[in-house]
C-alpha cells in the first residue's frame, strides 16, 4: 500500500504556484480546509482561480486569501456571506463566474470523472443561462455545462490512513469529496492521521488513490466562523414569521421530504415534531435535521444550508454535495420552502439578485425551484418601502419561471395553476380589502 506524503501546512501552501486554478472545499466554514489557507496567506502565491461554494468569512480562510489580493478569479456560488468578496466584485478587485450551487458540484463531479460536461434544466429561462447551449430534453430546456478541473485542491477531512484514504465528519463532506476527484494535486488537511488498516474500508468516503499530500491539523472553533456557535447563527424569531412558518407546516404530510431555505423556512424545523414523520433535506448533505441545539457548534453538530449548527434525528444521514443536488434534480424532494424577494401571478420566482447589487449569491435556489416536486413560498407580504412583494411581473432578476405553486404572507394564502393566481385562505385577523390594497399581481378568489 502506498504511503502518502506528510506535510506542516507550510511546506504543502508552498506546493501551490502563482497563477494556480484552485479548488477549496467546505460550506461556510464547515469543511474548509483553514490552515491550509492561512499558511497560504503567508506566501507571495498570487493570481490565483478560486473554486469554491463561497470564500470564507472576513479575514478567515479563502477571505484571508482575497485580503492579500492573492484571488485573481472567483468561480462559485455563494460569495454574498462575505461582505468583502461583494466589494472586491463591485471595484474590479476580482473577476468571477457564478454557478448554482447543484451546477458547480456536478461539474466537479464531472471533471472528476473525465466527462466533457452535462445538461441540467436548472438556470434555464434565467440570467445565468445566457449564452449557454441550450436543448430541449423531454420537453424542457437543458443547459449545458462543461466539468470543472483544478490544477490543485485543498480539502478538509475528519480522519486519514497514511495512505491516504478519508473519513469526514457530518456534513464536512460537501464539496470537499467531488473536489479530491478533480484535481491534479489532492492535499487533504485532517484532524487526524491514524496507520494504514485502522480504518474500516466501509467507513471510507474517498480513496486514497485520490490523494497526494496529507496535512495533520486539528480544527478549532474560531475557524469555524460563524457556525461555532448555535445560539449566534439564530436568526430573528417573531410572531408574524412563525405564524407564517406554522401555516407552511400545514401544508407537510407524513413521509415528505422537504428540504428549507434560509430565513422564515428555517424556522418550519423547529416546529417539526418526530411523531409528524416528515424529513428535512438539506443541500449541503443531509437527510433527517432536527431542530437547532440549545448550544454548541459545528464541532458539535451537522450544519443546515444557512450554517447553523442543527441536530441529527434517529436514521439521518450525510452524504456530499453532488449527492445531495442529485436527489434535487432527481425530483427526490416532494416540497421546497424558500423565500422571494418577487412572485408574479405567472407563478415566477424572484429570489436572488436586487436591482444595483452584484449577481453574486444564488446558492441552490435554482436546482431546488426546478428540481422539487411542489415549491411553496413563505415571505412577508410586502419590502421594506411597502411595496408589494406579489406583482403582476417579475421585475427582479428570475430564479425559475413558472415554478411557484403555493405563496404564504403574513396576509394570505396564494395557489398557482395554468389559469394564474388564486387567494386560498386569508390569515386570522386579515380582511379581503386588505390583502387587495396590498398585492399588486391580478388574483381570483377561490370558491
Keep these: 500500500m502506498k504511503q502518502v506524503p506528510q ?3 507550510e511546506a504543502a501552501a508552498a506546493l501551490v504556484k502563482t497563477g494556480a486554478v484552485m479548488m477549496v472545499g467546505g460550506f461556510g466554514m464547515t469543511g ?3 490552515h491550509l489557507l492561512h499558511a497560504l496567506a503567508e506566501t507571495d502565491t498570487r493570481d490565483l482561480t478560486y473554486i469554491a461554494n463561497n470564500i470564507g468569512e472576513p479575514g478567515l480562510g479563502g477571505g484571508r486569501l482575497l ?7 472567483a468561480i462559485g456560488s455563494y460569495f454574498t456571506s462575505n461582505r468583502e468578496v461583494v466589494e472586491a466584485a463591485l471595484s474590479g478587485a476580482i473577476e468571477y463566474e ?5 451546477s458547480m458540484a456536478e461539474a466537479i463531479r464531472a471533471g472528476g470523472a473525465g466527462i466533457g460536461g452535462f445538461y441540467t434544466p436548472t438556470a434555464a429561462g434565467t440570467r445565468l443561462a445566457k449564452g449557454a447551449e441550450t436543448r430541449l430534453i423531454n420537453g424542457r430546456p437543458h443547459l449545458f455545462l462543461p466539468g470543472l478541473r483544478a490544477d490543485v485542491a485543498l480539502i478538509r477531512a475528519r480522519r486519514a490512513d497514511a495512505a491516504g484514504n478519508l473519513v469526514y465528519r457530518m456534513t464536512e463532506q460537501n464539496f470537499n469529496k467531488a473536489m479530491a476527484t478533480a484535481a491534479d494535486l489532492v492535499i487533504a488537511e485532517v484532524d487526524e492521521i491514524v496507520p494504514v488498516g485502522a480504518l474500516d474500508p466501509n467507513h471510507i468516503h474517498t480513496p486514497g488513490i485520490y490523494v497526494d499530500v496529507l496535512v495533520e491539523a486539528e480544527t478549532t472553533l474560531e475557524e469555524l466562523g460563524s457556525s461555532a456557535d448555535a445560539r449566534a447563527a439564530r436568526g430573528p424569531v417573531d410572531a408574524q414569521r412563525m405564524g407564517i412558518a406554522r401555516r407552511a407546516l400545514a401544508e407537510l404530510k407524513a413521509g415528505d421530504v422537504v428540504n428549507l431555505g434560509i430565513g422564515i423556512p428555517t424556522l418550519v424545523a423547529d416546529l417539526i415534531k418526530p411523531e409528524q414523520g416528515i424529513i428535512l433535506h438539506t443541500e449541503n ?5 432536527g431542530p437547532a441545539p440549545e448550544a454548541g457548534g459545528a464541532l458539535d453538530y451537522p450544519v443546515n444550508a444557512g450554517k447553523a449548527p442543527v441536530t441529527a434525528l434517529p436514521g439521518s444521514s ?3 454535495s453532488a449527492d445531495s443536488f442529485a436527489m434535487i434534480r432527481g425530483g427526490h424532494i416532494d416540497v421546497a420552502i424558500m423565500g422571494a424577494l418577487q412572485v408574479d401571478e405567472r407563478g415566477n420566482l424572484a429570489n436572488w439578485a436586487l436591482p444595483g447589487r452584484p449577481l453574486l449569491g444564488v446558492g441552490g435556489a435554482m436546482d431546488l425551484a426546478s428540481g ?12 421594506r418601502d411597502g411595496g408589494s412583494k406579489l406583482v403582476r411581473q417579475c421585475s427582479l432578476p428570475l430564479t425559475a419561471p413558472s415554478a411557484v ?8 394564502v396564494f395557489a398557482f395553476d395554468s389559469e394564474g393566481m388564486s387567494l386560498v385562505e386569508l390569515m386570522p385577523g386579515v380582511g379581503l380589502d386588505e390583502v387587495r390594497a396590498k398585492t399588486g399581481a391580478r388574483f381570483r378568489v377561490a370558491r
Excluded at 372 to 383: E, P, Q
Design 67 to 73: 485580503r492579500n489580493g492573492q484571488i485573481k478569479k
Design 32 to 34: 474548509a480546509p483553514a
Design 318 to 320: 450525510y452524504f456530499d
Design 98 to 102: 457564478l454557478l448554482p450551487q447543484g
Design 285 to 289: 448533505g443531509m437527510l433527517g435535521v
Design 372 to 383: 422539487a416536486r411542489r415549491l411553496i413560498i413563505t415571505m412577508t407580504h410586502c419590502n
Design 7 to 9: 506535510l506542516s501546512a
Design 405 to 412: 405553486d403555493l405563496v404564504i404572507t403574513e396576509l394570505a
